[in-house]
């Protein structure tokens, strides 16, 4: 299992697979690979980490691009296509570069129930966008989820890295009012 940089064999594919210079390709610092050694560490089957490692190259990267998918490949020995399959499944990894604000409005059953489709109504008009949107100036990307696991707190939402509860329209105004 190669847990450095992307082999021979893997950069010339990159090549072939229209990505940048070989040489100048997207990577983990060397304090990331022993993160991501680590990591692989605490699974039986190495791949196992290959979640975590994904949050890391977003947190790093800004999102995970076609290059951080066949990047992130060559640290597990796997193809491309598995890991863009895992990065598709999951609604938690941004194919594109996000803004700077991330708005996740929850619309399963109890949020619904609760006035979600309100909120996400009032969130369209208020932005301008629809949901999976990013607004023109970068600020706010809008998104729909399922469950947040607040329903006791419903309608809800995850605005960057907090939840915000018991949302209303007048709310959903001043949280906007604070995105900067």
């Known amino acids: 299992m190669s847990h ?21 390709t997207i990577s983990f610092s060397e304090a990331q690979l022993g993160e991501v050694r680590r990591l692989q560490s605490l699974y039986p089957d190495a791949r196992g980490a290959l979640l975590p490692v994904l949050h ?4 790093t990267f800004g999102y995970i691009s076609l290059e951080a ?29 996000p803004g700077r604000h991330v708005v996740a409005v929850c619309h399963n059953l109890s949020c619904h129930l609760a006035g979600a489709p309100g909120i996400i109504a009032h969130l369209k008009d208020k932005l301008g966008i629809d949901p999976g949107a990013t607004t023109e100036d970068g600020r706010v990307t809008f998104l729909t ?16 890295d907090r939840y915000e509860l018991n949302l209303t329209p007048e709310k959903i105004d001043r949280l906007l009012e604070g995105l900067r």
């Open 4 to 24: 450095g940089q992307p082999s021979t064999s893997n950069r010339a594919s990159a090549v072939r697979a229209g990505l940048s210079d070989p040489a100048t």
């Open 56 to 59: 890391m190259a977003q947190e």
């Open 69 to 97: 998918e066949e990047y992130v490949a060559t640290l597990f020995d796997l193809s491309p296509a598995h890991v863009h399959e895992v990065v598709t499944f999951y609604t938690l990894y941004f194919r594109e570069r």
């Open 145 to 160: 989820v399922e469950c947040l696991c607040a329903c006791e707190a419903a309608p809800m939402a995850q605005v960057d």
